[in-house]
């Protein structure tokens, strides 16, 4: 794989969000919530770049989903941060 180089000054601000190029890179998948009915899943960034740019920005992935529970349109989308065993860090808001 080639060495992929961020093109941003500040990691993952507002202007300059992670996009499907970084987390195929860091190898991390996709963590998708539904702020309508909680249900949360996770999605593979490989697949999105088939039909999405790589370099499209992963907070703006969830107004392109849809809750497969509900039916909803309200999907926050972020980095799928590896578990790193020790229970929960922070809870989504």
Not at 1 to 8: A, D, G, K
Not at 67 to 86: E, F, L, M, V, Y
Request: hydrophobic share 30%.
């Amino acid at each position: 794989m080639e060495r992929h180089e961020r093109q941003h000054s500040r990691l993952n601000g507002q202007e300059n969000p992670v996009t499907l190029a970084d987390m195929i890179y860091e190898r991390l998948s996709i963590f998708c919530w539904c702020n309508s009915c909680g249900y949360n899943s996770t999605i593979d960034p490989v697949s999105l770049t088939k039909i999405l740019d790589p370099l499209f920005p992963v907070p703006e992935l969830g107004k392109r989903m849809r809750c497969s529970k509900c039916q909803a349109r309200d999907i926050a989308t972020r980095p799928a941060w590896p578990n790193h065993g020790g229970g929960q860090i922070a809870r989504h808001s």
